[in-house]
């Protein structure tokens, strides 16, 4: 749990409240990208937005525990346009050296290029993404099905099996010849995805994050970063729930008793906010360790998996509680309910997540949990 913060980390607490009250809240009602641009500019001034960018491109490199308390304090609020408080991070690019740094690095973290993240394949891929290798050229074939923003995106980083020397992430611009968006889809939170196709593509070798063999711990490292952030969130969203659900049982019901003096309803209750006081805890538990220096692979896969998990079912109690008025369209708990399904699938689905925990610890001897 964030106690015993320090008095610069309460300071930040406090100016993320007020960010959500004063520059968040306000335009729940503009359209969409016009509000996401004046909340980026927004969160460039007041400092957020630098927070996930690293020292060298001008970013502020906060500690893991910093951008958990900000992360579970926006999704506290259920502000809108949470999402466009960080600046991109640099993601796989993070240690790559020219021409990588300035053609997509630097131009991504001052956001005048998008990328995307290209891992899963199709199910019915006949072979994975991968490339023969012609002089200085990769020629590049196959399919990549879900790459959020995808759409927008001007450049996407790829998992790509190199000839026999094994998967690398390779820098793909989607304005390639070769390159084609076979797809474009919306999934049940409303965020927006591509599939893609690769025909031949040429990409020049230095497009290579690394070297072949690299891309798949490349790409789990990244993936792996993200865990902590999802579950970051969940636990604020939970928070809200919970507060939501508080009010609700407070008031009386059609006979004049207060919703929530009925047992039924109490332990179902009270079991909620265990489960949301431990994975909260567990995660400002794997936040510090990280900030230490420690190795939280197993922890942050183990946070991402409960903490979705547990958000899943204080959302869906949350409305059984409520009723039916919690199902009606533009009801909170109703469009939480479609944003938090997903987070149990993306960025590893939670079975995949339990059986590598558990070959860890039997058939590597690896890890603290
Ligand atoms: C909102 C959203 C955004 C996403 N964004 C991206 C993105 O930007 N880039 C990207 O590359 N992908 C993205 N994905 C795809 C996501 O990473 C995959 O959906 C996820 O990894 C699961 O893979 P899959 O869909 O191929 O399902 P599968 O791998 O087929 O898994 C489906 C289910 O099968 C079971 N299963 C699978 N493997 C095993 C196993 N080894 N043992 C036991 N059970 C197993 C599990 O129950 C699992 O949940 C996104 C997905 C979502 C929902």
Redesign the pocket.
């Known amino acids: 749990m964030p106690e015993q913060l320090t008095p610069s980390q309460q300071e930040l607490l406090e100016k993320v409240r007020a960010f959500a009250r004063e520059t968040l809240e306000p335009r729940r009602d503009m359209p969409v990208d016009q509000a996401r641009q004046a909340v980026i500019e927004a969160s460039r001034k007041a400092g957020f937005f630098a927070m996930t960018q690293p020292a060298a491109f001008g970013g502020s490199e906060a500690t893991t525990l910093e951008l958990t308390l900000v992360r579970d304090e926006l999704a506290a609020t259920n502000a809108p346009h949470t999402g466009a408080v960080f600046g991109p991070g640099p993601g796989v690019l993070a240690d790559v050296d020219e021409p990588l740094r300035s053609r997509y690095l630097a131009p991504l973290l001052a956001g005048e290029k998008r990328g995307?993240?290209?891992?899963?394949e199709p199910?019915d891929a006949p072979a994975p993404t991968r490339a023969v290798e012609d002089g200085d050229t990769l020629v590049i074939t196959g399919r990549?099905s879900?790459?959020?923003g995808g759409t927008d995106a001007d450049f996407i980083n790829t998992l790509v099996q190199v000839g026999d020397r094994g998967p690398a992430m390779v820098v793909i611009d989607t304005a390639l010849p070769g390159v084609s968006i076979t797809r474009r889809f919306s999934?049940i939170?409303g965020?927006r995805?591509a599939a893609f196709r690769f025909d031949d593509a040429r990409v020049p070798r230095a497009h290579i994050i690394g070297t072949p063999g690299e891309g798949m711990p490349r790409a789990m490292r990244q993936i792996g970063d993200t865990r902590l952030q999802i579950a970051a969130q969940c636990a604020g969203t939970m928070r809200w729930v919970l507060s939501y659900l508080t009010d609700h049982l407070l008031q009386p019901d059609r006979s004049g008793r207060a919703r929530g003096s009925r047992e039924g309803v109490r332990l179902r209750y009270a079991d909620l906010r265990i489960r949301a006081f431990a994975a909260r805890s567990m995660i400002y538990r794997t936040a510090r360790l990280a900030d230490a220096g420690e190795n939280v692979v197993n922890e942050g896969m183990a946070c991402k998996v409960f903490a979705t998990e547990t958000l899943g079912e204080v959302v869906d109690t949350a409305i059984q509680l409520v009723g039916g008025g919690a199902l009606v369209e533009d009801h909170p708990l109703a469009m939480l309910y479609r944003q938090v399904r997903?987070l149990r699938?993306?960025?590893?689905?939670s079975?995949?997540l339990r059986?590598n925990l558990a070959r860890g610890r039997l058939d590597l001897g690896k890890g603290r949990i």
């Open positions: 995307g993240f290209a891992f899963t199910d990549k879900y790459v959020t999934s939170d965020s995805h997903s699938l993306a960025e590893g689905g079975d995949v059986l």
